[in-house]
C-alpha cells in the first residue's frame, strides 16, 4: 500500500510539473513558455519606440514612488483623525481599503497588491455584492496581466532573458507573474534596471487612463446604437421592494424627474436623491376648499420619534400631512397622497402658494425622521409615489444614461461596460499605485534600489552603505503599508 501511494504522488507530482502547475494551501500556480516568442515578438518591435515607452514609464514609476509614500502617509493620517473623532462622517468618507495577496520568489516580480479606493458600504471580500464579484475578479486578472506584460517586454527590451509567464490564485484572488532570469537582471546597469522594474506600474497607470477615456467618450462610441440626456433608463428593480408593484417602476421605463428635480442621467438620479435626504420634506399646495372636502377626522398621536401620525395604520393611500393658518402653526389631517400630489405645486411655505387671492395651504408629509414621500415621473405611466428613505429607493432601482435605438438591443451592454472600466480604473491605479511603495517584495523595493545605485553610486561610494540607506527606506515604507492596511481592515470589520 505504501509504495503504490508512492507511485501514485510521484505520477501526481509529474503531471503537475509536465503542465506547469504548483498546487500548495491557498495558492495554485500556472506557468507556461507558449507565450514566449509572443513576448520577443513584441520585446523587439520598433526598438527605438519601446526605448522612449519605457523610459517614459522610469520616469513615472520614480514619481509614483515618491508620491505613493505621500499618500499612504496622508490615508493614515486621516484614518487616525476618523478614529479619533467621536462622530465621523461614515455614510460620506472614502477611505483606502487594501487587499493582499503576495508571492515573492528572490528578484522575481510575483505579486498581487489591490488597493480599492470606495465606499465603506461597498468594499471587495466584506459586502460586494455578488453581481459585482465577475467584474472584480475580471478587473484584477487582468490589470496583474497587463501589469507583468509590461515587465516581461521591458526585460526582452534590455536583453534580459524571458523565461515564462504564468498566472496564481491566492486564495480567492487571481494574479500574474513573469518568470526573468536573474543574473541577466544582476549585469544590467541600474538605469535599464529601473526601466523594466517601473514598466509594471507604468502599463498599470496606462490601463486606467485608456479605461477611464473609455468611459469619457462612451456616449460618443455608442451613440449609432444609443442616445442620452433623455432621462435615466429602469434596467432593475429588486423584486418585493416598495418602487416594484402595479403603481411602481417597470424595467425599460425613463424616469424623467425626482420630486421637482429633473433627470436627465444616472448621475442626476443619484444626485437629486442625495439632495432630497439632506433637505427636509418638500410641500404640495392645496387649496382650502380642497383641503376640506379631501379631509376627514382622524385620532392625531405621536411616535416614538417625535413625529406625528393622524391616519390609520392600515391605510395604504392615506398620508398625514401638517399645515398652519394664521391662528395655528400645528394642525394635521389625513388626506390621500396621490390626489393632494398630483397637479400640486410644490412649496415650502404657505407663502408659496397665494394665487388669485385663493386661500391655500403648503401641506407637508408627516412622516418618521429620514422618511420622505417622493414623486417619481416616468412617463407615459402614472407617477410612482414612494414612501421611505431616499437610499432605499436609490439600492432598489438600477438605472443607465443610455437609451437603446432599437430594441434588439440590449439595455445592460452599456451598464457592463461602464461598470468595468470603472473596475479597472480603480483597481489598475490601485495595483500602480501599492506596488511603486518602496516596500520590501513590491515593485518599489528594486525600483528604490536601483534609484539609489543610479543616484548615490558618486556620493556614498561603499556599496554597504548604500544598502543600509536602502533597507531603512524599505523599513519605514514596509512599516507605513502594513499600518494602512492594519487599520483599514480594523475600519472595515470594527464598524
Known sequence: VLQSSSSLKASYEDWLLTYGLSVSPFHMRWQTALFNRQFYNWGRWKPRFLYLWFSMGMVFGIV????????????LMQT????????????NDRMLQVVVSVLSSGLHLRACFVLLSCPREQVPGVNLPVSQ????????LISGVIHEVGH?????REQVRFNGFGIFIFIVYPGAFVDLFTTHLQLISPVQQLRIFCAGVWHNFVLGVA????????PAILFPFYYTGAGALVTEVTEDSPADGPRGLFVGDIVTSVQDCPIYSVEDWNSCLGDISQKSQIGYCINAATLQQLSFPARVYRRLDGTVECCSN???????????????SHLYACLPARKVIEASKVCRTNMDCQKDFVPSFCVTPSLENQTRLIRVKHPPHIDMLFVGHPMHLQYTVSLSSFVPRHN???IDLPVVIETFCKYLISLSGALAVINAVPCFALDGQWILNSFLEATLSSLIIEKQNRELVGFLILLAGSTLLAANVALGLWMVTAR
Not at 64 to 75: E, H, R
Not at 81 to 88: K, N
Not at 133 to 140: D, E, K, R
Open 64 to 75: 509614483a514612488m515618491f508620491g505613493s509614500v505621500i499618500l499612504l502617509g496622508k490615508t
Open 80 to 91: 487616525l483623525t476618523q478614529m479619533l473623532t467621536e462622530a465621523p462622517k461614515a455614510q
Open 133 to 140: 464579484l465577475t467584474y472584480f475578479f475580471s478587473a484584477i
Open 152 to 156: 516581461g517586454v521591458a526585460a526582452i
Open 211 to 218: 479605461s477611464f477615456m473609455v468611459l469619457f467618450l462612451l
Open 314 to 328: 392600515n391605510s395604504l393611500t392615506d398620508i398625514c400631512f401638517s399645515y398652519s393658518n394664521n391662528l395655528d
Open 408 to 410: 434588439f438591443l440590449s
